[in-house]
């Protein structure tokens, strides 16, 4: 029996998805040969690569103002090269540090220049967002994390940031809502929350700022290398990129953006409502108003009940509910590829969890 798998990434995909690829890993549409063995020049691949980026603008609406890259490398890759394009050697930014992944992306800007924090959510062990941030002067960017995977915090509203232009991490949630992408200088994520398999880098990133990345960057490093050549300057991860169109169709046949987002905001409203309605013992740390629809974080009166929780769920095909080892507790991801019924499951069993060991 297929488990409900509520790991925060790599996390489940559509099954409709993963047969798909599977009907057409052997011999892709009577070419005789794999997509995967194949040419990323061949007319198979390139019909296959520019359907995904298609899909991208049309899901996102992404305004002819911006650009749509796939790299490689993982977001992390991300938090070097935006100081490297945008900041340059000794220049600063702004960020808002709101937890684990922020403070990832800060400690690489922080090796290029400056780095000011606009907003730090540590006193409240990162339970929390700012309602507003003020920009510094001269920064090249602001940096924030749309969606904190590992604390469960998620921005619902985006700063606005006047002429520094606004860059967002949206490693975990992108897809998983619409999106204001004007609002955005830059905004990547990770394939392997809510796109896909591992393996290829989702970079939306406005025109004009393509012009401040410096030539004196090595190649790979440099967004306008990608954008010049339409993410075809290297072998790109012709699997990953493949999968990821096969996702994106299934978005777009399950409502697109405003479909999704409907069905994410039930599967966390079942979870948030059983914790309140058990509130003497479950406990969700984050504030109600920035809870993320994506990673419900939640603790039990105890480690040791924490611990027979995550090994009775496991027993009834429920996996990946332990929390990030950084913070420790509970954790359900429920990721566009979550069906209702799983997180129905999850309500069910907390529910009946709560009952018998409350
Ligand atoms: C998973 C994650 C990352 C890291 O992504 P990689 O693709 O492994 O580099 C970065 N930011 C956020 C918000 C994430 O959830």
């Keep these: 029996m297929r488990k409900y798998n509520f790991s925060a990434g790599p996390s489940t995909l559509p099954v409709s998805v993963l047969e798909a ?38 899901l996102l609406q992404v305004p002819d ?24 050697q000794g220049g600063s930014c702004d960020a808002v540090m709101s937890g684990s992944w922020a403070k990832k992306a800060i400690a690489d800007s922080a090796k290029v ?7 730090d959510g540590k006193d409240s062990s990162y339970t929390t967002l700012p309602d507003n941030v003020t920009t510094t002067a001269g920064a090249a960017y602001l940096h924030i994390t749309s969606n904190e995977t590992i604390e469960g915090v998620q921005w619902k509203n985006f700063p606005d940031t006047g002429d520094v232009p606004l860059i967002a991490d949206a490693s975990s949630d992108i897809m998983s809502r619409p999106l204001p ?10 394939a392997q929350k809510n ?6 880098t989702l970079v939306i990133i406005r025109k004009d700022l393509l012009e401040r990345c410096p030539d004196s960057l090595p190649a790979y490093l440099n967004y306008k290398t990608h954008a010049d ?6 072998t790109p991860p012709v699997f990953a990129i493949w999968a990821m169109g096969e996702v ?10 405003d479909g999704v987002q409907k069905l994410n905001e039930q599967k966390a409203q079942l979870v948030y409502d059983t914790i309140a309605a058990h509130g003497d013992f479950y406990r969700c740390p984050v504030d109600p108003e920035v809870r993320s629809t994506m990673n419900v974080v939640f603790r039990l009166p105890t480690e040791e009940l924490e611990k ?51």
């Design 21 to 58: 690829l599977q009907k057409d890993l052997v011999e892709y549409q009577g070419m005789g040969l794999s997509l995967i063995e194949a040419s990323h020049r061949s007319p198979e691949y390139d019909a296959v690569h520019s359907t995904t980026l298609a899909l991208v603008k049309e």
């Design 181 to 190: 992408i004007a609002k955005f200088g830059m905004i990547y994520a990770g």
């Design 308 to 358: 027979q929780f995550i090994a009775a769920a496991k027993d009834k095909g429920m996996i990946g509910l332990k929390g990030h080892r950084s913070v420790g507790g509970c954790r359900a991801s429920l990721y566009n590829a979550m069906p209702l019924e799983g997180a129905q499951a999850l309500a069910d069993f907390m529910t009946e969890f709560a009952k018998a060991h409350g």
């Design 195 to 200: 796109l896909g398999p591992a393996g290829v």
């Design 229 to 234: 050549k339409d993410s075809l300057y290297n």
């Design 65 to 88: 103002t911006h650009e749509v890259l796939l790299l490689q490398g993982g977001a992390t890759l991300q938090f070097g090269m935006i100081p490297l394009n945008f900041m340059g």
């Design 248 to 257: 994106l169709k299934w978005i777009k046949s399950n409502g697109g953006l």
């Design 113 to 119: 220049g400056t780095v000011n924090k606009v907003f």
